[in-house]
Structure formats: structure tokens, C-alpha cells
């Protein structure tokens, strides 16, 4: 199985950016698909982005597109998770996961099998 660890989260006034991080430790790398979910007090875990084994996709939930960006380096093992233009309503816990199947899309959370402890990030208005 594989391990991830998230950093990065913090607090943030709106209008900032935050950088996330997951490091990847035990199997190859290059066997996940990798996306970031978050999770708000009192709401359900949601999708933010995710990119295929190669990098070569990416995909992003509507309320991110074209703010946040994600992306990875197979040869440090690591996915990022660029924020820009941040709102109070990105405030949530951030989780990191990885995907081992080829099947399945890259925003359905059941397809995730490993999960980091998650980040939190705040934003301020």
C-alpha cells in the first residue's frame, strides 16, 4: 500500500494563495492516480482536483476550476495543490489520496483506496 502525508494547510486571508503537499512513501508512484478532496464542518467530503498516473490529465471540481492547480512529480514522489484567489467557502480539511484502479473517473471519491490525515486550510474574509 502507499502512505501520504499532506502540509501546507494554514490560515489565510481571501484573496491569498496556499500551496498543499502530499508525499508519497511505499509503492511505486507511478501505480496512483492521485486527487485532493476536501471536507467542511458539517458537509460531506468533496472533490477539488486530481491527475492521472503520467500527469498528462488533470481535473478539477467546478467551484476550483481555474483557481487551483494541481500536479505532481514522479521522480520526488509528491502531488501539489496550487490555491489562488482563495475564498471563506474553500475553508475545509484537505485530504490527499491516491487511486490504484485504471477504471473508474478521476472525481468519484469510492475509486480513492489510500487517504491521508488531511490539512487544514482557513481562509479569512
Known amino acids: 500500500q502507499v502512505q501520504l502525508v499532506e502540509s501546507g494547510g494554514g490560515l489565510v486571508q481571501a484573496g491569498g494563495s496556499l500551496r498543499l503537499s502530499c508525499a508519497a512513501s511505499?509503492?511505486?508512484?507511478?501505480?496512483?492516480?492521485m486527487g485532493w478532496f476536501r471536507q467542511a464542518p458539517g458537509g460531506e467530503r468533496e472533490f477539488v482536483a486530481s491527475i492521472t498516473r503520467s500527469g498528462s490529465s488533470t481535473y478539477y471540481g467546478d467551484s476550483v476550476k481555474g483557481r487551483f492547480t494541481i500536479s505532481r512529480d514522479n521522480n520526488k514522489n509528491t502531488v501539489t495543490l496550487q490555491m489562488n484567489s482563495l475564498k471563506p467557502g474553500d475553508t475545509a480539511v484537505y485530504y490527499c489520496?491516491?487511486?490504484?484502479?485504471?477504471?473508474?473517473?478521476?472525481?468519484?471519491?469510492?475509486?480513492?483506496?489510500?487517504w491521508g490525515q488531511g490539512t487544514q486550510v482557513t481562509v479569512s474574509s
Open positions: 489520496a491516491a487511486k490504484e484502479t485504471r477504471i473508474g473517473a478521476m472525481w468519484d471519491i469510492s475509486q480513492y483506496k489510500y
Open positions: 511505499g509503492r511505486t508512484f507511478t501505480n496512483y492516480g
